[in-house]
Protein backbone atom coordinates (compact mmCIF):
# COMPACT_ATOMS: atom_id res chain seq x y z
CA UNK A 1 0.00 0.00 0.00
CA UNK A 2 1.19 3.71 -0.87
CA UNK A 3 0.79 6.71 0.98
CA UNK A 4 -1.98 8.21 2.65
CA UNK A 5 -2.96 10.99 4.83
CA UNK A 6 -3.83 8.47 7.39
CA UNK A 7 -3.69 8.88 11.04
CA UNK A 8 -3.67 6.01 13.72
CA UNK A 9 -6.86 6.28 16.00
CA UNK A 10 -7.02 4.40 19.29
CA UNK A 11 -9.79 2.00 19.24
CA UNK A 12 -11.53 0.59 16.84
CA UNK A 13 -11.92 3.28 13.74
CA UNK A 14 -14.37 3.88 11.03
CA UNK A 15 -13.57 3.18 7.38
CA UNK A 16 -15.72 4.50 4.23
CA UNK A 17 -15.86 2.32 1.51
CA UNK A 18 -15.92 3.34 -2.41
CA UNK A 19 -17.37 1.88 -4.75
CA UNK A 20 -14.08 -0.54 -6.14
CA UNK A 21 -13.40 -1.04 -2.56
CA UNK A 22 -15.54 -3.52 -2.66
CA UNK A 23 -13.88 -5.38 -5.53
CA UNK A 24 -10.41 -4.90 -3.25
CA UNK A 25 -12.03 -6.18 -0.04
CA UNK A 26 -8.78 -8.62 0.65
CA UNK A 27 -6.62 -5.72 0.48
CA UNK A 28 -8.43 -3.61 3.58
CA UNK A 29 -5.98 -3.56 6.72
CA UNK A 30 -7.26 -5.43 9.32
CA UNK A 31 -10.95 -5.78 9.89
CA UNK A 32 -10.64 -4.85 13.95
CA UNK A 33 -12.61 -1.41 12.74
CA UNK A 34 -16.07 -0.63 11.83
CA UNK A 35 -16.77 -0.18 7.60
CA UNK A 36 -19.41 1.90 6.16
CA UNK A 37 -20.33 2.80 2.84
CA UNK A 38 -23.32 4.87 1.55
CA UNK A 39 -26.42 3.79 -0.19
CA UNK A 40 -25.16 6.20 -3.57
CA UNK A 41 -22.03 3.57 -3.48
CA UNK A 42 -24.35 0.56 -3.10
CA UNK A 43 -26.62 2.02 -6.49
CA UNK A 44 -23.07 2.45 -8.27
CA UNK A 45 -22.21 -1.34 -8.11
CA UNK A 46 -22.47 -1.62 -11.44
CA UNK A 47 -21.38 -4.96 -12.27
CA UNK A 48 -23.08 -8.37 -11.29
CA UNK A 49 -19.43 -9.02 -9.75
CA UNK A 50 -19.47 -5.78 -7.77
CA UNK A 51 -23.14 -6.01 -6.63
CA UNK A 52 -22.51 -9.31 -5.14
CA UNK A 53 -19.61 -8.36 -2.60
CA UNK A 54 -21.12 -5.50 -1.62
CA UNK A 55 -24.11 -8.13 -0.22
CA UNK A 56 -21.90 -10.06 1.14
CA UNK A 57 -19.95 -8.08 2.96
CA UNK A 58 -22.97 -5.74 4.23
CA UNK A 59 -25.25 -8.80 5.52
CA UNK A 60 -22.83 -11.17 6.32
CA UNK A 61 -21.97 -10.86 9.71
CA UNK A 62 -23.30 -7.27 9.69
CA UNK A 63 -19.22 -6.29 8.63
CA UNK A 64 -20.64 -3.16 6.34
CA UNK A 65 -22.79 -0.91 7.52
CA UNK A 66 -25.13 1.43 4.85
CA UNK A 67 -25.62 5.37 6.25
CA UNK A 68 -26.37 8.01 4.20
CA UNK A 69 -24.52 11.48 5.12
CA UNK A 70 -26.72 14.65 6.01
CA UNK A 71 -27.71 17.93 4.60
CA UNK A 72 -24.28 19.56 6.00
CA UNK A 73 -21.88 16.57 4.70
CA UNK A 74 -22.57 17.15 1.49
CA UNK A 75 -22.44 20.70 1.11
CA UNK A 76 -19.22 20.50 3.40
CA UNK A 77 -18.00 17.99 1.25
CA UNK A 78 -19.16 20.18 -2.48
CA UNK A 79 -17.56 23.49 -1.34
CA UNK A 80 -14.34 20.61 -0.99
CA UNK A 81 -14.26 19.77 -4.15
CA UNK A 82 -15.34 23.26 -5.70
CA UNK A 83 -12.33 24.87 -3.91
CA UNK A 84 -9.96 22.71 -5.89
CA UNK A 85 -11.86 22.65 -9.06
CA UNK A 86 -12.58 18.85 -8.87
CA UNK A 87 -15.44 18.08 -11.04
CA UNK A 88 -14.88 14.77 -11.67
CA UNK A 89 -16.88 12.98 -8.14
CA UNK A 90 -19.82 10.85 -8.70
CA UNK A 91 -22.79 11.27 -6.42
CA UNK A 92 -21.30 8.47 -5.12
CA UNK A 93 -17.97 9.86 -4.19
CA UNK A 94 -19.69 13.36 -2.96
CA UNK A 95 -21.67 10.62 -0.53
CA UNK A 96 -18.33 9.19 0.72
CA UNK A 97 -16.54 12.56 1.64
CA UNK A 98 -19.63 14.00 3.04
CA UNK A 99 -20.12 10.65 5.50
CA UNK A 100 -16.15 10.76 6.27
CA UNK A 101 -16.67 14.49 7.27
CA UNK A 102 -18.90 13.74 9.35
CA UNK A 103 -18.03 11.02 10.90
CA UNK A 104 -14.39 11.77 11.23
CA UNK A 105 -13.75 8.55 8.87
CA UNK A 106 -10.93 7.11 6.80
CA UNK A 107 -11.87 6.43 2.92
CA UNK A 108 -10.62 3.32 1.20
CA UNK A 109 -10.04 4.07 -2.63
CA UNK A 110 -8.08 3.91 -5.17
CA UNK A 111 -10.18 6.84 -7.03
CA UNK A 112 -7.05 9.57 -7.33
CA UNK A 113 -10.08 12.34 -7.41
CA UNK A 114 -11.56 10.94 -4.73
CA UNK A 115 -8.36 11.33 -2.60
CA UNK A 116 -7.58 14.66 -4.18
CA UNK A 117 -10.94 15.70 -2.63
CA UNK A 118 -10.70 13.77 0.50
CA UNK A 119 -6.64 15.67 0.92
CA UNK A 120 -8.30 18.95 0.13
CA UNK A 121 -11.17 18.24 2.44
CA UNK A 122 -9.01 16.86 5.45
CA UNK A 123 -9.88 13.22 5.18
CA UNK A 124 -7.93 10.64 5.45
CA UNK A 125 -7.77 8.18 2.78
CA UNK A 126 -5.99 4.22 2.31
CA UNK A 127 -5.33 3.50 -1.02
CA UNK A 128 -5.89 -0.32 -1.62
CA UNK A 129 -4.71 -1.59 -4.88
CA UNK A 130 -2.38 1.99 -6.22
CA UNK A 131 0.14 3.84 -4.83
CA UNK A 132 -2.14 6.61 -4.21
CA UNK A 133 -1.88 10.26 -4.73
CA UNK A 134 1.45 11.95 -3.91
CA UNK A 135 0.02 15.85 -3.15
CA UNK A 136 -3.07 17.59 -3.81
CA UNK A 137 -3.89 19.18 -7.31
CA UNK A 138 -6.04 21.95 -7.47
CA UNK A 139 -7.62 23.05 -10.97
CA UNK A 140 -8.72 25.79 -13.11
CA UNK A 141 -10.71 25.89 -16.29
CA UNK A 142 -10.03 28.21 -18.91
CA UNK A 143 -10.66 28.26 -23.01
CA UNK A 144 -8.03 26.20 -25.53
CA UNK A 145 -8.24 29.46 -27.87
CA UNK A 146 -8.16 32.41 -26.03
CA UNK A 147 -7.49 31.73 -22.42
CA UNK A 148 -10.39 33.10 -21.04
CA UNK A 149 -10.89 31.30 -17.35
CA UNK A 150 -14.31 30.09 -16.68
CA UNK A 151 -15.74 28.76 -13.87
CA UNK A 152 -16.29 24.70 -13.59
CA UNK A 153 -19.10 23.48 -15.71
CA UNK A 154 -18.38 25.48 -18.79
CA UNK A 155 -17.48 23.44 -22.06
CA UNK A 156 -17.52 26.21 -25.03
CA UNK A 157 -16.22 29.98 -24.75
CA UNK A 158 -19.11 32.43 -24.90
CA UNK A 159 -16.05 34.33 -26.84
CA UNK A 160 -14.12 32.37 -29.30
CA UNK A 161 -16.35 29.16 -29.44
CA UNK A 162 -13.46 26.79 -28.53
CA UNK A 163 -13.52 24.30 -26.12
CA UNK A 164 -12.84 24.91 -22.53
CA UNK A 165 -10.42 22.58 -20.48
CA UNK A 166 -9.82 21.48 -17.18
CA UNK A 167 -6.09 22.87 -16.33
CA UNK A 168 -3.41 21.25 -13.52
CA UNK A 169 -2.63 24.93 -11.28
CA UNK A 170 -0.38 22.70 -9.00
CA UNK A 171 0.59 19.35 -7.63
CA UNK A 172 1.35 15.99 -8.55
CA UNK A 173 -0.88 12.20 -8.68
CA UNK A 174 0.41 8.91 -8.46
CA UNK A 175 2.44 7.12 -10.77
CA UNK A 176 -0.69 6.88 -13.24
CA UNK A 177 -0.38 9.89 -13.84
CA UNK A 178 -3.93 11.23 -12.61
CA UNK A 179 -7.49 11.21 -11.83
Request: aromatic share 4%.
Given at each position: MGASSESKPAGP???????PAFLQLHRLPPLERELLT????????????????????????????????????LARAGRAAARIGETKLSAADMSVLALALE?????????????????????????LAQKGIASERKYSFACIGCGKAFPPGKAVCDECGNPVERRILRGKVGP???P
Open positions: ALLILDSTPQVVSEAVSAEARIRVAQAAWAGGKVRIAAPGKVGTGARVATDDYALQNACRAAGVGFVPSGG
